[in-house]
């Protein structure tokens, strides 16, 4: 059990490092490599039955996917965790090493675009059933646990709209079904949430996003208890979906300024978020840190600050839509989040595309919604950027 610091950030940089032992080597190598050499024919044996430590193959496992499997799971407050090639795989694998033909999830329509599809069009071929549910509604969650579910999966805050659900609450209720939840983190970070704390069962991260922090690395994280990891483990070597030893390694210097990063998300996001609102030509923000929120004493009771992704409806058609996000400089328009840089996209032209309309329409995914995912740059720039680009 690594030492406990009082700090997040004193845990971010000690946790699961230390010199090389062979070099003194300060930080980490990077283990590019497929295959590892067996001390003599008969460790292999030892090895695959687990009475010695060790690698073998990097899909297996690599000491660079060790490193940083610790720091997260030591984040997350969880026993174990297993890093992947993306979120995506960290999603999928973590259902599937819980559901199989015949089971049930309950969801809701307004994740990342991608984790839908999965749920709506990939699940169902697996013989694997969902209900897609508001699940702010206590009793739509009650009334569809009568299909005997396996699974309830969360995003919180939710993925364009922010929204924010009680993990507390419905883990809780979820438990006394025997049904286990999976949260998706990625949005909040451990800094700002610990879903395990709260009582989920597993947490997911989208890697590609705040822990990397620089738009350079796609990677996915599930944590959970050890049991758990392994099945993960065991599920994920058959599939594919493996990590590599340089992005490990990226991953690993990336999260060590996560702290110091989100402390400047959350900073821009509240400031921005406030200047937004009071704006002529903004209709609605979207962001659990503003007093509007529909949850904004949930969030403050489940979340430690509110991140720098949030969404916005402009007053105006498409055309300003399209003026507005043109006219801006500092943010790049592109999808993805959570990096040191600003990032702008309207939600349903790319990260939503694919999701048809009625799903859509049940998560209050409209056609007005810009995601906005604040950067580290200083706030004043920022600002002057928004204000040049909303004086349309
Ligand atoms: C909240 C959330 N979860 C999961 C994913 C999927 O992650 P990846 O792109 O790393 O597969 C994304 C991607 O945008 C996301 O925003």
Redesign the pocket.
């Known amino acids: 059990m690594p030492k406990n610091y009082k700090g997040f950030t004193s845990n971010l940089i000690h946790v699961g490092e230390s010199p090389d032992p062979t070099t003194g080597s300060v930080i980490p190598p990077i283990y590019q490599t497929t295959t590892f050499a067996f001390d003599s024919n008969e460790s292999v044996l030892d090895l695959m039955e687990g009475r010695k430590d060790g690698y073998i193959y990097t899909r297996y496992g690599n000491p660079n996917y060790t490193m940083v499997e610790k720091k997260i799971a030591f984040l997350e407050g969880g026993e174990n965790a297993l890093v992947l090639?993306?979120?995506?795989?960290?999603?999928s694998i973590a259902v599937m090493a819980l559901a199989q033909a015949g089971d049930h999830i309950i969801t809701h329509t307004d994740?990342?675009?991608?984790?839908f599809g999965y749920f709506h069009e990939v699940l169902p071929r697996v013989g694997i059933d969902k209900s897609f549910i508001d699940v702010t509604d206590i009793s739509a969650i009650e009334s569809a646990i009568q299909d005997n579910p396996k699974i309830i999966f969360l995003?919180t805050p939710?993925?364009p709209t922010l929204k924010i659900y009680d993990i507390k609450k419905i883990s809780e209720l979820a438990h006394q079904y025997g049904i286990k939840v999976i949260v998706?983190n990625?949005?909040a970070t451990p800094l700002n949430q610990k879903p395990l704390d709260l009582g989920a069962d597993v947490v997911?991260?989208?890697?590609?996003?705040y822990l990397n922090g620089h738009s350079d690395v796609?990677?996915?994280a599930i944590v959970g208890e050890t049991e758990f990891i392994s099945d993960c483990t065991d599920l994920f070597r058959k599939l594919g979906g493996n990590l590599n030893g340089f992005d490990a390694w990226l991953l690993q210097r990336g999260m060590k300024t996560l702290g110091l990063r989100m402390e400047r998300h959350n900073k821009n996001g509240q400031i921005i978020t406030e200047f937004l609102e009071q704006h002529s030509m903004i209709e609605k923000v979207h962001y659990p840190g503003l007093k509007s929120h529909p949850q904004h004493e949930l969030a403050k009771k489940q979340m430690h600050g509110f991140g720098g992704v949030l969404s916005i409806e402009l007053k105006g058609g498409q055309e300003t839509i399209n003026q507005f996000i043109n006219r801006t400089q500092i943010f790049t328009r592109a999808?993805?989040?959570?990096s040191v840089e600003s990032l702008i996209t309207q939600s349903v032209a790319a990260?939503h595309y694919n999701v048809p309309v009625e799903y859509r329409e049940m998560g209050g995914i409209t056609e007005k919604l810009i995601r906005i995912s604040v950067g580290i740059e200083e706030v004043e720039d920022i600002l002057e950027d928004l204000e040049f680009s909303l004086d349309i």
């Open positions: 090639s993306s979120g995506m795989a960290a999603t994740v990342y675009g991608g984790t995003e939710s993925n998706d990625t949005f997911v991260h989208s890697g590609t996003k796609m990677a996915g999808v993805s989040l959570g990260v």
